[in-house]
Each structure stands twice: as structure tokens, then as C-alpha cells.
């Protein structure tokens, strides 16, 4: 079965400084990668996907992921971190059920602290 | 831009009762799914649905749970009698089924379980 794994439950960075939350991913075929991104009180939003393209993926609000089999990561980053990107991030990998019919297989989440 | 819906947005439940959790998935996609996440752990898979059967579900989901698509909008997950360790926030999910596409999700129930 697929995995992924995220280091760091919760990571804190100063407003403008670079954010980087990680995510390892264990998996015995190409992965399909994914994170997503929970506001307070609202539902998960998909920020970015690694799908066999490029290896390096650009999300929404300046996000970007690399996707690096070597080291089996796919870690998300952004280079000014903001007061709204105070968040929880959840990376996923995609696990195929039948044709067409896919599950998402979670990380436990890191929970992003912007301090002003 | 189309989104899924959730309804409740929170539901408060004596242990035993039984609770229906509502969904409206986007309108053109085919795969209908129920996650759930347990405060403080990882969001996990519970049931996926298609051509208005199940086409899989995890050995979480037992015969106290059921899903069901009554009116061809509304996607249903119904526990029969609620646990303590029910409570959580569940979430409804749909994809198109074009391979390797994302799930959108809604913005979930939070279950509490009294």
C-alpha cells in the first residue's frame, strides 16, 4: 500500500520568510501526488498535483512542490510566507481502486503558524 | 465555479441515535466518496461509490455504516447507531473519473457523539 508521510505536525515562519513542509511518500509504482490545503472551518482545496509531468509542480497562492524520486519527496514550499497561509496542509498519495476510480491515502498534516 | 456541498455543518448526536450526513456532489462527476478525520489524526478513506453502487470501502466502514444516492444529487452517509469514537469531521469528495484527477471536497460535517 501506498504512504506518505509528513515531518513536523506544526511548523512556525515569520511573515516574507521561505515555508517549507515536507512530505515522504512510500510507494511500489509511479506515485500521483497531491497536497491540500485546510483554512479554519472550511474544507480541504487541492493545491497542487504531481501526475508524471514536470518535477516541478506550481500550486495556487505560490506554492510549488518538487517531486524528487531519489529521495522519495515531494515537499511544498513558497518563498515569502504570508499571514493568510495560516493553514493546515495535508500531502496525499493517489491509490488506484479500479479503472478510473481512485482513492487519496493522507498525510497526518502540519499545521502552518505565520508570525507577524 | 461548482463545488460540493455539505450538510450539516455541524451535528450533535446521543450515542445510539442514528445520523444521516448529506452531500451534493458536483453535478458531472461520476465517483462519490466519504473520508473521514478523527481530531488530530489523518484524514481517512471510508467509501467510494459508482453507478450507484459501492465499489469499495475500508474495513472502517461496517455494517453500522451506509451510503446511498436517493435522488441522483444528494449523496448520502447514514450511521445506524452511533459511537463515541464516531465522532469526527467527515468529508464528502467527488471526481470526475479521468485517471489521476483530483477529488474536490466539501467542507465537511463535524459529528459529535454525546
Known amino acids: 500500500a501506498q504512504s506518505v508521510t509528513q515531518l513536523g505536525s506544526h511548523v512556525s515562519v515569520s511573515e516574507g520568510a521561505l515555508v517549507l513542509l515536507r512530505c515522504n511518500y512510500s510507494?511500489?509504482?509511479?506515485?500521483?501526488l497531491f497536497w491540500y490545503v485546510q483554512y479554519p472551518n472550511q474544507g480541504l482545496q487541492l493545491l497542487l498535483k504531481?501526475?508524471?509531468?514536470?518535477?516541478l509542480v506550481k500550486g495556487i497562492n505560490g506554492f510549488e512542490a518538487e517531486f524528487k524520486k531519489s529521495e522519495t519527496s515531494f515537499h511544498l514550499t513558497k518563498p515569502s510566507a504570508h499571514m493568510s497561509d495560516a493553514a493546515e496542509y495535508f500531502c496525499?498519495?493517489?491509490?488506484?481502486?479500479?479503472?478510473?476510480?481512485?482513492?487519496?491515502?493522507f498525510g497526518t498534516g502540519t499545521r502552518l503558524t505565520i508570525i507577524p | 465555479e461548482p463545488e460540493v456541498t455539505q450538510t450539516p455543518s455541524h451535528q450533535v448526536t446521543q450515542m445510539g441515535q442514528e445520523v444521516i450526513l448529506r452531500c451534493v456532489p458536483i453535478?458531472?462527476?461520476?465517483?462519490f466518496y466519504w473520508y473521514r478525520q478523527i481530531l488530530g489524526q489523518k484524514v481517512e478513506f471510508l467509501v467510494s461509490?459508482?453507478?450507484?453502487?459501492?465499489?469499495?470501502k475500508s474495513e472502517i466502514f461496517d455494517d453500522q455504516f451506509s451510503v446511498e444516492r436517493p435522488d441522483g444529487s444528494n449523496f448520502t452517509l447514514k450511521i445506524r447507531s452511533t459511537k463515541l469514537e464516531d465522532s469526527a469531521m467527515y468529508f464528502c469528495?467527488?471526481?470526475?473519473?479521468?485517471?489521476?484527477?483530483?477529488?474536490?471536497f466539501g467542507q465537511g460535517t463535524r459529528l459529535t457523539v454525546v
Open positions: 496525499a498519495v493517489s491509490d488506484q481502486l479500479s479503472f478510473g476510480n481512485e482513492k487519496l491515502t
Open positions: 469528495a467527488s471526481r470526475t473519473g479521468v485517471m489521476n484527477t483530483e477529488a474536490f
Open positions: 510507494s511500489s509504482v509511479p506515485p500521483y
Open positions: 504531481y501526475t508524471s509531468a514536470a518535477t
Open positions: 453535478s458531472n462527476h461520476l465517483y
Open positions: 461509490f459508482y453507478n450507484n453502487e459501492i465499489s469499495e
